[in-house]
Protein backbone atom coordinates (compact mmCIF):
# COMPACT_ATOMS: atom_id res chain seq x y z
CA UNK A 1 0.00 0.00 0.00
CA UNK A 2 1.51 3.61 -1.08
CA UNK A 3 2.39 5.43 2.28
CA UNK A 4 0.21 8.54 2.81
CA UNK A 5 1.14 11.86 3.58
CA UNK A 6 1.70 12.58 7.31
CA UNK A 7 -1.75 15.14 7.01
CA UNK A 8 -3.64 11.86 5.75
CA UNK A 9 -2.44 9.86 8.44
CA UNK A 10 -3.62 12.88 10.92
CA UNK A 11 -6.79 12.68 9.44
CA UNK A 12 -8.23 9.48 9.42
CA UNK A 13 -6.77 9.40 12.99
CA UNK A 14 -9.09 12.29 14.05
CA UNK A 15 -11.69 10.35 11.90
CA UNK A 16 -11.22 7.24 13.91
CA UNK A 17 -11.84 9.26 17.45
CA UNK A 18 -14.61 10.98 15.22
CA UNK A 19 -16.26 7.58 14.71
CA UNK A 20 -15.88 6.35 18.22
CA UNK A 21 -17.74 9.75 19.81
CA UNK A 22 -20.26 9.04 17.67
CA UNK A 23 -21.35 5.68 17.67
CA UNK A 24 -20.43 4.84 21.04
CA UNK A 25 -22.07 6.67 24.25
CA UNK A 26 -19.32 5.37 26.55
CA UNK A 27 -17.01 7.12 24.75
CA UNK A 28 -18.86 9.87 24.94
CA UNK A 29 -19.27 9.50 29.03
CA UNK A 30 -15.23 9.09 29.46
CA UNK A 31 -14.84 12.67 27.71
CA UNK A 32 -17.07 13.99 29.78
CA UNK A 33 -16.19 12.47 32.45
CA UNK A 34 -12.87 14.08 31.38
CA UNK A 35 -13.65 17.27 30.96
CA UNK A 36 -15.45 17.21 34.41
CA UNK A 37 -11.93 15.91 36.12
CA UNK A 38 -10.18 18.71 34.69
CA UNK A 39 -12.62 21.79 35.72
CA UNK A 40 -12.00 19.88 39.14
CA UNK A 41 -8.62 19.81 39.22
CA UNK A 42 -8.54 23.49 38.29
CA UNK A 43 -10.99 24.62 40.95
CA UNK A 44 -8.90 22.37 43.35
CA UNK A 45 -5.66 23.35 42.20
CA UNK A 46 -4.07 19.73 42.37
CA UNK A 47 -0.41 19.80 42.04
CA UNK A 48 1.67 19.41 38.96
CA UNK A 49 2.31 15.34 39.88
CA UNK A 50 -1.64 15.08 40.71
CA UNK A 51 -2.07 16.12 36.95
CA UNK A 52 0.27 13.70 35.76
CA UNK A 53 -1.46 11.14 37.17
CA UNK A 54 -4.92 12.21 36.39
CA UNK A 55 -3.55 12.65 32.39
CA UNK A 56 -2.43 9.03 32.42
CA UNK A 57 -5.80 8.05 33.68
CA UNK A 58 -8.00 9.61 31.49
CA UNK A 59 -5.28 8.82 28.46
CA UNK A 60 -5.96 4.57 29.46
CA UNK A 61 -9.62 5.02 29.06
CA UNK A 62 -10.08 6.25 26.46
CA UNK A 63 -7.18 5.00 24.94
CA UNK A 64 -8.84 1.74 25.75
CA UNK A 65 -12.45 3.01 24.67
CA UNK A 66 -11.05 3.66 20.74
CA UNK A 67 -9.18 0.23 20.77
CA UNK A 68 -12.59 -1.75 22.30
CA UNK A 69 -14.32 0.18 19.31
CA UNK A 70 -11.81 -1.13 16.49
CA UNK A 71 -12.20 -4.57 18.10
CA UNK A 72 -15.84 -4.31 18.16
CA UNK A 73 -16.20 -2.73 14.52
CA UNK A 74 -13.26 -5.77 12.99
CA UNK A 75 -15.22 -8.31 14.83
CA UNK A 76 -18.84 -7.32 13.50
CA UNK A 77 -16.81 -7.25 10.23
CA UNK A 78 -15.17 -10.72 10.22
CA UNK A 79 -17.83 -12.68 12.47
CA UNK A 80 -21.17 -11.07 12.11
CA UNK A 81 -22.26 -14.54 13.29
CA UNK A 82 -21.88 -16.01 16.79
CA UNK A 83 -18.66 -17.20 17.67
CA UNK A 84 -17.14 -18.17 20.94
CA UNK A 85 -13.34 -16.47 19.70
CA UNK A 86 -15.78 -13.01 18.64
CA UNK A 87 -17.25 -13.40 22.10
CA UNK A 88 -13.64 -13.40 23.68
CA UNK A 89 -12.21 -11.04 21.38
CA UNK A 90 -15.25 -8.46 22.53
CA UNK A 91 -15.55 -9.08 25.84
CA UNK A 92 -11.38 -9.28 26.21
CA UNK A 93 -11.45 -5.62 25.03
CA UNK A 94 -14.81 -4.51 27.41
CA UNK A 95 -12.21 -5.76 29.94
CA UNK A 96 -9.61 -3.46 28.76
CA UNK A 97 -12.14 -0.65 29.03
CA UNK A 98 -13.16 -1.76 32.38
CA UNK A 99 -9.89 -1.84 33.85
CA UNK A 100 -8.97 1.42 32.89
CA UNK A 101 -11.90 2.50 34.29
CA UNK A 102 -11.33 1.36 38.05
CA UNK A 103 -7.67 1.99 37.44
CA UNK A 104 -8.83 5.50 36.67
CA UNK A 105 -11.00 5.90 39.81
CA UNK A 106 -8.49 4.62 42.11
CA UNK A 107 -6.17 7.61 40.78
CA UNK A 108 -9.39 10.30 41.07
CA UNK A 109 -10.06 9.20 44.72
CA UNK A 110 -6.14 9.24 45.63
CA UNK A 111 -5.62 12.96 44.00
CA UNK A 112 -9.31 14.03 44.73
CA UNK A 113 -10.16 12.77 48.28
CA UNK A 114 -8.02 15.39 50.38
CA UNK A 115 -8.65 18.43 48.44
CA UNK A 116 -12.68 17.95 48.24
CA UNK A 117 -12.38 17.30 52.10
CA UNK A 118 -10.58 20.41 52.84
CA UNK A 119 -12.93 22.41 50.53
CA UNK A 120 -15.93 20.79 52.32
CA UNK A 121 -14.52 21.91 55.67
CA UNK A 122 -14.31 25.25 54.34
CA UNK A 123 -17.43 25.89 52.97
CA UNK A 124 -19.32 24.18 56.26
N1 LIG B 1 -20.32 -12.37 16.96
C1 LIG B 1 -20.47 -12.64 18.27
N2 LIG B 1 -20.31 -13.90 18.73
C2 LIG B 1 -20.46 -14.19 20.05
N3 LIG B 1 -20.74 -13.29 21.01
C3 LIG B 1 -20.90 -12.00 20.62
C4 LIG B 1 -20.78 -11.60 19.25
N4 LIG B 1 -21.01 -10.27 19.16
C5 LIG B 1 -21.24 -9.87 20.42
N5 LIG B 1 -21.18 -10.88 21.30
C6 LIG B 1 -21.38 -10.82 22.76
O1 LIG B 1 -22.27 -9.77 23.07
C7 LIG B 1 -21.60 -8.77 23.86
C8 LIG B 1 -22.07 -7.39 23.42
O2 LIG B 1 -21.68 -7.21 22.08
P1 LIG B 1 -21.88 -5.84 21.31
O3 LIG B 1 -21.45 -6.00 19.90
O4 LIG B 1 -23.27 -5.34 21.54
O5 LIG B 1 -20.82 -4.97 22.02
P2 LIG B 1 -20.96 -3.99 23.23
O6 LIG B 1 -19.90 -4.40 24.19
O7 LIG B 1 -22.38 -3.95 23.71
O8 LIG B 1 -20.57 -2.69 22.51
P3 LIG B 1 -21.24 -1.26 22.47
O9 LIG B 1 -20.23 -0.43 23.16
O10 LIG B 1 -21.37 -1.01 21.02
O11 LIG B 1 -22.58 -1.33 23.20
C9 LIG B 1 -20.10 -9.00 23.62
O12 LIG B 1 -19.31 -8.55 24.71
C10 LIG B 1 -20.05 -10.51 23.47
O13 LIG B 1 -20.04 -11.16 24.73
Known amino acids: ?55 VAMALVTVAELINTAVEAAVDLISPDIHPLAKAAKDTAAGAVLLAAVFAVIIGIFVFYRPLLTLIRQLM
Open 1 to 55: MRRQPWRMTFRYAAEGVIYALRTQINMRIHVAAALLVIIAGLILRISRLDWLFVC
